[in-house]
C-alpha cells in the first residue's frame, strides 16, 4: 500500500514539475539585460522558504531579484 500511493506522490510532482517548466518565462536581468538560455545560462533560483516567490540570481552580474514561482 504504501509503494502504491509513494508512486502516486512521485507521478504527481514530476507532472508538476513539467507543467511548471513549460509554463516559466526564461529570467531576465534587470541591471545586465542577460536572459536565462536553457542550459547555457541557468540563473540560479532558490525558493524562499513558506511563500510563493523564488530569489534569482544572475550569473553574470550577481544582481539578484524576487520572482514569483
Known sequence: ???????????????ALGIRGLRRRPAVCSRCQATEQGRRRRFAHAPVGGT???????????????ARL
Do not use: D, K
Not at 52 to 66: I, K
Open 1 to 15: 500500500g504504501a509503494m502504491v500511493l509513494s508512486g502516486i506522490f512521485l507521478l504527481v510532482s514530476l507532472i
Open 52 to 66: 510563493e516567490w523564488e530569489e534569482v540570481t544572475c550569473p553574470a552580474c550577481g544582481h539578484a531579484w524576487y
